[in-house]
């Protein structure tokens, strides 16, 4: 254990830290203002210099209140380590005390934005498992000040023991930014397009703001709607638009992959996993065994080729799940060998793998039918108010195609395998999904059903978890009623901690 600093005694943040508040502060207030400020010096040239004054005295003092309360915000941050607990006082106007029991922290993070890494320090992010967010976020310590003080809070655990051996210590994993490249190619690009049109959509609006307060708010449209109209007439630009829009998907999945996962490095400690990740934000952190809830490997017929898979990690989270994106963690451009070892340290994956698979009832495909049928008939009744031609009712024939391939390939991925101890469960379309769950993870368990599930005697099982839930849907009454019998049963008699 580091006991260079003291920590017994209420502490701050480094000095350096008044920069990273200031900076994040201002970077807080431009994003809500760039508009209105680049509507005031659109016409810069034209105030006076009466004006101009006005203009710069506040912009100034704003700037100067910005600094204020990021130096209050920094001067009221203050933190101990008191009796297993750690405690923290912060604020301006309200001022609140905040006191985490040892036992209650799941992972102390280390994170470094561009701003901290110039400055050369970093941020410290402890998380607990009740909490929907980041518990405490402190902003600017030194390297040593936050290593001594994970040190401190994890002594017990003795997670930490040997830090200073990462050095010489050979990784579990280590990806370079070519396999980062192969990586990124088997990423899901059509998540990756759609995030960026969703910022284009952002921008789009924001900028319609900006034309309306010129009294140009046709000006966008109607660019849009000249472009429509040569788009139509073109079947060459049609093509030209298809490719562009796969080169921006693969180029969209590279920079998230490249500046989320650049030099990935994983050491294996203790059963516990340390993940140092990331460029513009490097972040750092300890996946522990008993705080781990379930895994999910997934693969798709290119992983497969260049033989990797991925790793999903999640822990445990509070009711809010979405709010912390189920605080998953995940490892790429895993090999083969590595997955098996990954399943080994964790809950000895390996009995449930040798099981037949067991597949959901014929029922949840006609659900998915039926479904299907009445997102199509919405989709061909919203083609006919907007094109206003028949015509366009021929893209059924590439549509229901479509749609029918993709519900037999969900069909065919929904299977569920059953251990002793492990609950394994498929799912996917063209990822393929494999969540493994020890069954003393499970917190409850439910089953649903429907008014035409029970006429077909199926129902869901829900399986609830402190990191979400696993459903597996259209199971047989009867064997529905078996899993949830000995689901029960084996979280009942099991001496297993699940945190």
Known sequence: ??????????????KKGILVIYGNLLYKFFRVSWILLFLIFKDFSKFTDQKLIYIYLGIGLTLIFILIRGYLLFKNFQFKIEKNHFVLKQGVFKKTNTSISFDRIQNINFKQNIIQQIINVHEVNIET????????????LSFEKAKALKSQLTSSKAVLEKETEKVVEKPFLKINPLELLKISLTENHIQS????????????????????????????ADY???????????????????????FVAILSSFVRVFLFHFNLTVFVKDEAFEIYQGLLTKKSFILKKDKIQNITIS?????????????????????????????????V?????????????????SDVDLLEKKYAHFHLKTRMYFRTSIFLLFINIAFYFMFTDLKIFLSNFLLVPFFIFFINLIYKKRFY???????????????????????????????????????????????????????????????????????????????????
């Open 1 to 14: 254990m580091n006991n260079t600093f003291d920590f017994s005694k209420f502490s701050h943040q480094s």
């Open 417 to 499: 395998k059953m251990s002793d101890d492990i609950l394994l469960v498929g799912a996917g379309s063209i990822e393929t999904h494999f969540t493994y769950l020890p069954f003393f993870k499970v917190q409850n368990i439910k089953m649903k059903q429907s008014f035409f599930q029970e006429r077909n005697k199926v129902v869901d099982l829900v399986f609830q978890t402190a990191s979400g839930k696993i459903k597996l849907p259209c199971i047989e009454e009867k064997e529905a009623i078996k899993i949830y019998d000995y689901t029960l049963f084996k979280v009942e008699t099991s001496k297993n901690s699940w945190m």
């Open 193 to 220: 397009l759609l995030i960026f049109v969703a910022l284009l959509i952002g921008l789009f609006q924001q900028l319609q703001q900006v034309f309306k307060g010129l009294l140009k708010d046709n000006l966008i």
């Open 299 to 331: 693969t798709n017929p290119i992983k497969r080729i260049l033989g990797i898979s991925f790793i999903t990690f999640k822990q445990a989270v509070s009711g809010k799940v979405n709010q912390k994106k189920e605080k998953l963690i995940r490892i």
């Open 333 to 349: 451009g895993c090999k083969k060998e590595q997955v098996e070892k990954v399943k080994k340290i964790l809950f000895n994956f």
């Open 224 to 246: 849009i709607k000249e472009s429509s109209n040569s788009f139509h007439q073109s079947i060459f630009v049609l093509i030209v638009f298809v490719i562009l829009l796969v």
């Open 129 to 140: 498992a009740g909490s929907n967010k980041t518990e405490i976020s402190i902003k600017a």
